[in-house]
């Protein structure tokens, strides 16, 4: 994210809690408890933007671990094309071999 994109955004909450503010003063709430009600409204969805982010850390969701997880399948699917046909069938007999074992285990 760029310098700007997230002075963008500040600026948008700011302006966003005082259209709030200015929002709930004209439904008829004295100043103070406009302030209260807007800052609580801006605390619950800080709350719920955090419990989403954590949800996709602790699910490994995030763009690098997928960024990470497309690198390694392109380097394994180029080692594969780079592979000779007597590569590729020692290889699948290997794996065969592997299974075999672990499925008598």
């Known amino acids: 994210m760029r310098r700007i994109d997230v002075i963008g955004i500040g600026l948008g909450v700011f302006l966003a809690g005082g259209g709030l503010y200015l929002a709930l003063s004209l439904a008829g709430l004295d100043g103070l408890s406009a302030g ?18 954590l949800t996709r850390v602790f699910s490994k969701q995030m763009t690098y ?30 794996l065969d071999a592997e299974k075999k074992s672990q499925s008598s285990s």
């Open 65 to 94: 671990n997928q960024q990470l997880k497309d690198y390694e399948d392109a380097v394994l699917q180029k080692r594969l094309d780079e592979m000779s046909d007597e590569e590729l069938a020692q290889l699948q007999a290997e």
């Open 36 to 53: 209260i009600w807007s800052q609580v409204i801006f605390v619950g969805g800080l709350l719920g933007w955090v419990s989403t982010y």
